[in-house]
């Protein structure tokens, strides 16, 4: 058999685990008995490798032992290969590969998303929508009043960051300039873990300040009482849209962003590229979106929500999920918030 396609891996950690899975890989290659087979097995291992390498360059991964890299680059085939084998179905919408490829599902859940504890638990004012009569579709991102994509990293917890995006998006739409208002203020007095009525009861009595004030530090902090005396935001209450109704939230939609709670544990939405997702996420919900925009003309009807993943996720940060009735795809229909200025 030819050597062709077994050139030296580029490190030393990476060659030694390359020689570690070809007996592997050849104990697999015996049931073909054919060295066309073993050729194209090898040549596939050696590139799955290779884009290991760049994997791991891209996006700064250290793994601290042989066994972790071994591990992580078994994770990285599988969800490669998933990933793949969900595309040749040719649904709605497609999955890609991203920051997440080297953690299991279970991984993934454990740093980036909501407990039950955490799932909100404040029931407001609803809203009545008699004689409202939502347009066809609304995009608030178009309009100026969303702000960037952000990454919420190892906080652990996105509903800061969507409460306070959510409170800066309306406070814009209220006649003032946008501002992006202060997460971090949220994360050191009230914790990286509450649920969005803690959230929002600390910004009633205390309004919330700024970014430019209380700057994000990427880390939990002391609450810094000076900067929260700074406030350039108050809100007054909450309204707690009428769960499991596309109509309710719809009408919410097309008068300002609203927070939303869908489920984001499987696979298909940890690796969601673009399109629109309408199968295939559940209904548990546990993490927390702001959903800035819909369009109901399309064969498939979507709403248009902002991650907090960062931009290398989904489209640009940015998610379409079907618009269907009940609790909604994913569940995105089971626990709709917005606050009032």
Not at 52 to 61: A, G, L, P, R, V
Not at 62 to 82: A, G, H, Q, V, W
Not at 211 to 223: D, F
Request: proline share 5%.
């Amino acid at each position: 058999m030819s050597g062709e396609f077994l050139p030296r891996p580029p490190s030393s950690k990476s060659s030694k685990v390359f020689l570690i899975l070809i007996p592997i890989l050849f104990l697999g290659i015996y049931f073909y008995n054919s060295s066309s087979s073993s050729s194209l097995l090898l040549k596939e291992l050696y590139i799955e490798q290779q884009e290991f390498e760049s994997f791991i360059k891209q996006y700064q991964k250290s793994y601290s032992t042989e066994d972790d890299y071994i591990k992580r680059f078994k994770t990285f085939r599988d969800n490669l290969s998933f990933i793949r084998v969900f595309n040749s179905k040719s649904l709605t919408y497609t999955l890609g590969p991203n920051e997440f490829l080297d953690m299991t599902s279970e991984e993934f859940s454990s740093k980036y998303l909501l407990s039950n504890t955490q799932i909100p638990i404040t029931k407001v004012n609803s809203n009545d929508f008699t004689d409202f009569k939502a347009p066809a579709s609304v995009n608030w991102v178009s309009k100026g009043v969303v702000g960037p994509v952000i990454d919420q990293g190892s906080l652990g917890s996105a509903v800061p960051i969507v409460i306070a995006e959510n409170i800066a998006s309306i406070w814009a739409l209220n006649g003032h300039s946008y501002i992006s208002l202060s997460y971090q203020e949220l994360i050191d007095c009230v914790g990286p873990n509450a649920n969005n009525g803690k959230y929002y009861e600390f910004v009633q009595k205390n309004g919330l300040t700024s970014n430019s004030i209380y700057p994000p530090a990427g880390v939990i902090g002391v609450c810094n009482k000076t900067k929260v005396a700074q406030k350039v935001v108050s809100v007054s209450g909450v309204v707690d849209v009428n769960a499991n109704s596309a109509s309710s939230l719809i009408n919410s939609i097309a008068l300002n962003p609203v927070t939303v709670y869908v489920e984001a544990d499987q696979s298909a939405f940890m690796f969601y590229q673009t399109g629109t997702i309408n199968s295939n996420c559940g209904a548990n919900v546990n993490h927390i979106l702001l959903a800035v925009g819909y369009d109901t003309t399309p064969s498939v009807p979507y709403y248009l929500a902002q991650n907090s993943w960062g931009t290398g996720w989904g489209m640009a940060g940015y998610v379409q999920i079907g618009i269907q009735d009940g609790p909604g795809v994913c569940g995105i229909q089971t626990e709709p918030t917005y606050p009032i200025i």
